[in-house]
Nanobody
Framework: QLQLVESGGGLVQAGGSLRLSCAAS?????????????MGWFRQTPGTPEKARDF???????????FYADSVKGRFTISRDNAKNSVYLQMNTLKSEDTAVYYC???????????????WGKGTRVTVSS
């Protein structure tokens, strides 16, 4: 079963940058390869229910199909390295409202479809101080 592990979270001042990583593992010879998963990032404000995870960004198989939530467009960039079974979220010009737990998600699709997630990571916390 696919496992996703996020890293890179932490405390940063407003206006600063962070780069989140999500490493996928657990592949077997009968599983889909990492490059067959579309990947996404979501975030959840601490104290809100799980269903309140908000979409942040997503990327398709080859990395050329990306889309973003309006709130992060122009500030965040999603990318992937299929050779390293990893997806990244570069976050620039961070704001206090970006404070959240960030989750990585995967689905067996060429291009990402919100709501069709097959796997989730356990999250990494980002705190932006004003």
């Amino acid at each position: 079963q696919l496992q996703l592990v996020e890293s890179g979270g932490g405390l940063v001042q407003a206006g600063g940058s962070l780069r989140l990583s999500c490493a996928a593992s657990g592949f077997t010879s009968s599983d889909y390869a990492f490059e067959e998963y579309a990947m996404g990032w979501f975030r959840q404000t601490p104290g809100t229910p799980e269903k309140a995870r908000d979409f942040v960004a997503a990327i398709g198989w080859s990395g050329d199909a990306t889309f973003y939530a309006d709130s992060v467009k122009g500030r965040f960039t999603i990318s992937r390295d299929n050779a390293k079974n990893s997806v990244y979220l570069q976050m620039n010009t961070l704001k206090s409202e970006d404070t959240a737990v960030y989750y990585c998600a995967a689905q067996v699709r060429r291009t990402y479809k919100i709501g069709a997630e097959d796997y989730w990571g356990k999250g990494t916390r980002v705190t932006v101080s004003s």
